[in-house]
């Protein structure tokens, strides 16, 4: 062998590996689309990073993530979901608020969803067992457990006559929240005033409107821009030492009273299981809805004590967590 000959053949040797690197695929993208803020979300986006993990994903190594917040504006939604889109993200992770606007976005790219109300009630599946489309995911406990909110404050506030329930009338479900407590309250014998929030400022007039009336206590529906807020509604509570309940753990462990509702971190989990097996290839039209059973019970002893409330022993027992 010529010496020219054996250096070209050593040059093509070594740009070898090269070329195999510049060929290997690139990871895949995740888009996160959430109607809130990362804020408080650490633990929930754990909860989805360990779903993956079980379906053999790890964020980094073999699968990228890219994190769209809204920030509580909904109206930011559409472009967030567009973004994403062109980004051609390989699957779409959406909360509640975002997951119609995602599915307005895209007919292609698989859908996985986390929703505390109906999703075809709210049309963005065809059935359960058969999501149909593009689009699969996950359902909590959210909203069907509204009126069990207000027999828990009953519980603690047997003498309570006058209550108010908090709602997002930006919130499609917000209809529904408010027929299904009405019924709950009349059953009670309560009196319930509805209240609608959709901005900071309206969360402030909302209180200050029960303290016109008196209100014994407070229902906070279920709600991402409400959820984004728990710290806000806590402090707000506090200050004008209305009991209040809320879906989020969240809102309990910033000094609200209690919070009841489907666990945000199960449902996470879940959707991650189902991003990773989207991403091997299954579709989400094969992928019936899941549904999240699991209800969490969390009860602020510090705040029933500063309120001058004394928690019945049987409820506190059924709690699972209580602060202190």
Do not use: C
Not at 244 to 268: D, K, V
Request: glycine share 8%; net charge positive; hydrophobic share 45%.
């Amino acid at each position: 062998m010529r010496r020219r000959e054996f250096i070209t053949l050593l040059g093509g040797a070594a740009a070898w590996p090269l070329a195999a690197h510049a060929q290997r695929p690139a990871m895949p993208v995740i888009g996160f689309l959430s109607s809130v803020s990362p804020t408080g979300f650490s633990t929930v986006l754990g909860a989805f990073q360990k779903g993956l993990n079980e379906a053999g994903y790890v964020e980094g190594r073999n699968v990228a993530i890219e994190y769209r917040w809204a920030e509580g504006q909904y109206d930011r939604l559409p472009a967030l979901a567009a973004d994403l889109v062109d980004r051609r993200a390989a699957v779409i992770v959406a909360n509640t608020a975002a997951a119609p606007i995602a599915k307005a976005a895209t007919t292609t790219i698989p859908i996985v969803f986390m929703t505390g109300e109906d999703p075809v009630k709210s049309g963005l599946v065809a059935s359960l067992n058969r999501p149909g489309a593009n689009l699969t995911g996950v359902v909590s406990l959210n909203a069907e457990v509204g009126p069990k909110r207000i027999e828990l404050l009953k519980e603690v506030i047997p003498k309570a006559t006058n209550i108010g329930l908090l709602v997002n009338p930006a919130n499609p479900i917000s209809e529904i929240l408010a027929r299904d407590a009405l019924a709950a309250s009349r059953a009670l014998g309560l009196q319930l005033h509805v209240m609608n929030a959709g901005t900071e400022r309206e969360v402030d007039e909302a209180f200050a409107r029960l303290v016109q009336l008196r209100a014994d206590a407070l229902v906070i529906g279920a709600d991402a821009f409400l959820s984004a807020r728990s710290a806000q509604l806590a402090a707000l509570s506090a200050r004008h030492a209305v009991p209040t309940i809320s879906p989020y753990r969240a809102f309990a462990a910033a000094g609200g009273l209690m919070s009841y509702g489907g666990s945000n971190t199960e449902s996470s989990r879940l959707a991650g299981v189902y991003a990773g097996r989207i991403l091997k290839g299954q579709k989400p039209a094969d992928l019936p809805v899941q549904q999240s059973t699991k209800v969490e019970l969390t009860i602020n002893l510090r705040t029933a004590k500063t309120l001058g409330l004394e928690v019945p022993l049987p409820l506190s027992g059924r709690a699972d967590e209580v602060i202190e």
